[in-house]
């Protein structure tokens, strides 16, 4: 079957830098991507990674190795504002994503 | 750019009632369409996946008879709740992919629809 697989709630500190893991098991792979989504709000998109390695925008970077069916989402100099859930998302081989069950992020001042 | 709407983004019905939800691509042509349910709390529940001009794709457990997706253009689909019950309160969620080479990936969300059923 095909299986998501991140933290349910994390916890960090406002300015800190937080880590945000997902692991996978997918039919096939076309790419990996993680979403914001505020309480309330629907998902918007922060990043897709479809080759190794660590793409950076900004603050956020998010990290692919496909040989280990692994990635994470990397949050730096955190703000209030960055309280959120964060879902990674696999597209298989035909194209449809695989959501994972989100992770909520809490900010602490 | 890739913007995505919704409307209405609040739907507050009687029971028994249809009710019709739009999702339209302002800015680029989408040849998918996804419509997604979430409850409070819970992870985005993936209901249909549209392609412009044919029938759409329903999920298991998702009555097509209940909610009718109807794709007829590159930037509009809509869903249909039929015969609304209380349980069918929720937020539902459109997305869509386009066909250019930059966006075939990419689901870019819409706002969303809160819809309550009393």
């Known amino acids: 079957g095909q299986n998501i697989d991140q933290p349910t709630e994390m916890t960090a500190t406002e300015g800190a830098i937080v880590q945000i893991n997902c692991t996978y098991q997918?039919?096939?792979?076309?790419?990996l991507f993680w979403y914001q989504q505020h309480a309330g709000e629907a998902p918007t998109f922060l990043s897709y990674n479809v080759l190794d390695g660590l793409e950076e925008k900004g603050r956020f970077s998010s990290f692919l190795s496909r040989s280990k069916g692994y990635s994470y989402l990397l949050l730096k100099e955190l703000q209030m504002k960055d309280s959120a859930s964060y879902l990674c998302a696999v597209m298989d081989s035909n194209y449809q994503l695989i959501w994972g069950a989100g992770t909520k992020l809490i900010i602490k001042p | 750019g890739a913007v995505v709407s919704q409307h209405p983004s609040w739907v507050i019905c009687k029971s028994g009632t249809s009710v019709k939800i739009e999702c339209r691509s302002l800015?680029?042509?989408?040849?998918?369409m996804f419509w997604y349910r979430q409850f409070p709390k819970q992870s985005l529940m993936l209901m249909a996946t549209?392609?412009?001009?044919?029938?759409?794709?329903?999920e298991q457990g998702v009555e097509k008879d209940k909610f009718l997706i109807n794709h007829a253009s590159l930037t509009l689909s809509t869903l249909t709740v039929t015969s609304a019950h209380p349980e069918d309160s929720s937020f539902y969620i459109c997305s869509a992919r386009g066909s250019a080479s930059s966006q075939q990936e990419t689901q870019y969300f819409g706002p969303g629809t809160r819809l309550l059923v009393l």
């Open positions: 549209s392609n412009e001009g044919s029938k759409a794709t329903y």
């Open positions: 800015d680029f042509q989408a040849t998918t």
């Open positions: 997918t039919s096939g792979f076309n790419g």
